[in-house]
């Protein structure tokens, strides 16, 4: 049970540093004494079910992956974090009919990419 408090309170600490809030912010948002929030993010205390649901919503990382770890299609967000902030910094400094273009393109293309095992295996089992 220690180990499982200990990777909950490590991952409590890297969705908050991943957003740049300090302790002491994520103390209020929580309604909490900081050191309260400490002995949470240091394992020393289990967080209540209502602290964890707030760290989410604050951190904007699912409930799932503060307890379990878990990755999901969610987590791009969190892997991706420069390449996103730059793609975004990029997208935002194109004028509206050149956003439309880029949008439309990129849907068109992880499409084909999601798409793409799928119809490699359909043509694999039709040659076979």
Same mark, same amino acid.
């Given at each position: 049970?220690?180990?499982?408090?200990?990777?909950?309170?490590?991952?409590? @600490?890297?969705?908050?540093? #991943?957003?740049?809030?300090?302790?002491?912010?994520?103390?209020?948002?929580?309604?909490?004494?900081?050191?309260? #929030?400490?002995?949470?993010?240091?394992?020393?205390?289990? %967080?209540?079910?209502?602290?964890?649901?707030?760290?989410?919503?604050?951190?904007? @990382? %699912?409930?799932?992956?503060?307890? #379990?770890?878990?990755?999901? @299609?969610?987590?791009?967000?969190?892997?991706?974090?420069?390449?996103?902030?730059? +793609?975004?910094?990029?997208?935002? /400094?194109? %004028?509206? /009919?050149?956003?439309?273009?880029?949008?439309?393109?990129?849907?068109?293309?992880?499409?084909?990419?999601?798409?793409?095992?799928?119809?490699?295996?359909?043509?694999?089992?039709?040659? +076979?």
């Amino acid at each position: 049970m220690l180990i499982v408090k200990a990777h909950v309170a490590q991952r409590i @600490r890297e969705a908050r540093e #991943y957003r740049d809030i300090t302790q002491v912010e994520m103390a209020k948002y929580l309604n909490v004494a900081r050191q309260t #929030y400490l002995d949470i993010e240091s394992g020393k205390t289990e %967080p209540k079910v209502s602290s964890l649901v707030m760290i989410a919503e604050v951190t904007g @990382r %699912p409930l799932n992956w503060l307890l #379990y770890g878990e990755s999901s @299609r969610s987590d791009i967000a969190f892997t991706h974090r420069e390449e996103l902030n730059r +793609l975004l910094t990029l997208f935002s /400094s194109l %004028p509206q /009919s050149a956003r439309d273009l880029v949008m439309e393109q990129a849907l068109l293309f992880a499409e084909y990419m999601v798409n793409m095992p799928a119809k490699q295996d359909t043509e694999k089992n039709e040659t +076979l």
